[in-house]
């Protein structure tokens, strides 16, 4: 036992790091033939939740930062998998949505999507996942 009591493994920040690992690695095996990281599939999704979203909202409700989300909306524009347009509102501001490419990849995608939540919890019995889930949605 370490001093003080100490046990790195009952810590809460050892365990997400360990099970988000868990669930990062099912999520590249996966999403290996559809090209896309973890932050741009949460990107596609909720562009595609929203219709149209700016890129400051969609970083809010992905919960990236504004570095990580414009690289992310780069890449995916590069791509040709979302298309923006000026806002009506505020020519500065970028909304962005899903192209044709974007929303066939994304429905491709999205059974694999449920695939990584259903393996990750897999060890868990259904009740022990709606626990889980409702904890961790409650600490957030």
């Known amino acids: 036992m ?10 809460i920040g050892f365990l997400l790091r360990r099970a988000h690992q ?14 896309l990281t973890p932050t741009q599939f949460a990107a596609l999704a909720k562009i ?6 700016s890129q ?3 970083g809010r409700l992905t919960a990236m930062d504004p570095a990580t989300m414009k690289g992310v909306i780069g890449r995916l524009s ?5 298309a923006g347009r000026a806002d ?12 044709e490419a974007g929303a066939a990849l ?10 990584v939540t259903a393996e990750t919890l897999d060890p868990l019995s259904p009740r022990e996942r709606a626990t889980l889930l409702r ?3 409650k600490i957030i």
């Open 135 to 137: 904890l961790l949605e």
């Open 88 to 99: 009506q509102e505020d020519r500065r501001r970028t909304q962005w949505r899903l192209t």
């Open 2 to 11: 370490s001093a003080g009591g100490y046990r790195l493994e009952e810590q």
């Open 78 to 82: 590069e791509r040709g998998l979302i």
């Open 48 to 53: 595609a939740d929203e219709d149209e979203v």
């Open 56 to 58: 400051n909202r969609l």
């Open 106 to 115: 994304l429905a491709a995608a999205q059974k694999d999507g449920f695939g």
């Open 22 to 35: 868990r669930a990062t690695a099912i999520f590249s095996a996966r999403f290996a033939g559809h090209g």
